[in-house]
């Protein structure tokens, strides 16, 4: 149990266009949804944590209007990447928890992004 | 704010050797402290966590890691290693309560390469 999803697994898209990620918790409803960026061998950087139905929370240095999150029902949290350039490259990462379980997040397995 | 360092960036043994990745945190309260794999490419895959009781955790795959208050460490151990442990492995710490509830920080994360 406790599996979470990510689709696309990788994208490649041209400058100026928007990207979006799905993150689906398939047999759990998430209360809570969080979304990563890893650099290439480098850690998880926290960028945003949503809850259903609220708006999300963004960490210090995120661009709230770059990194768009939506979380509309307890399975699904969306983020877009609006305007991607190649600095946005990167690989991206949700997690999901849920009641049960507080205080763990059950991980996706990742979204390449590649920006030409 | 939590913080999270292991020092050791890569490792390397041979297989059916000992294995031992180390962690040191920094957080004000009592930590729930989580070791995570990762695999190229790959989301992260829980290993083991600890929230309170017996500090000695046995995790998947063989691995076990001990909560040591004193010394702020949570290291994992591993008797003997096999060749399909090769991978990253990431320290992680929780925050318990507030806003940022349930909110992860990982360590740089340490890539462990293992000889034939």
């Known amino acids: 149990g406790a599996v979470v999803s990510q689709h696309p697994s990788r994208v490649i898209c041209k400058s100026g266009t928007s990207v979006k990620i799905e993150c689906r918790s398939l047999?759990?409803?998430?209360?809570?949804m969080f979304w990563y960026r890893q650099f290439p061998k480098q850690s998880l950087m926290l960028m945003a944590t949503s809850n259903e139905g609220s708006k999300a929370t963004y960490e210090q240095g995120v661009e709230k209007d770059k990194f768009l999150i939506n979380h509309a029902s307890l399975t699904l949290s969306t983020l877009t990447v609006t305007s991607a350039h190649p600095e946005d490259s990167s690989f991206y990462i949700c997690s999901a928890s849920r009641l049960a379980d507080y205080n763990e997040q059950f991980f996706g397995p990742g979204t390449r992004l590649t920006v030409l | 704010a939590q913080s999270v360092t292991q020092p050791d960036i890569h490792i390397t043994v041979s297989e059916g050797a000992s294995l031992e990745l180390r962690c040191n945190y920094s957080y004000g309260a009592t930590p729930y402290l989580f070791w995570y794999v990762q695999s190229p490419g790959q989301g992260l895959q829980l290993l083991l966590k600890y929230f309170s009781g017996d500090t000695l955790v046995q995790g998947i795959k063989g691995f076990e890691a001990e909560f040591k208050r004193s010394q702020s460490s949570f290291n994992l151990r591993k008797p003997s290693v096999h060749w399909s442990d090769a991978a990253e492995y990431f320290c992680a710490v929780a925050t318990a309560g507030g806003t940022s509830y349930g909110k992860l920080t990982f360590g740089q994360g340490t890539i462990l390469t293992v000889h034939p």
């Open positions: 047999d759990f409803q998430a209360t809570t």
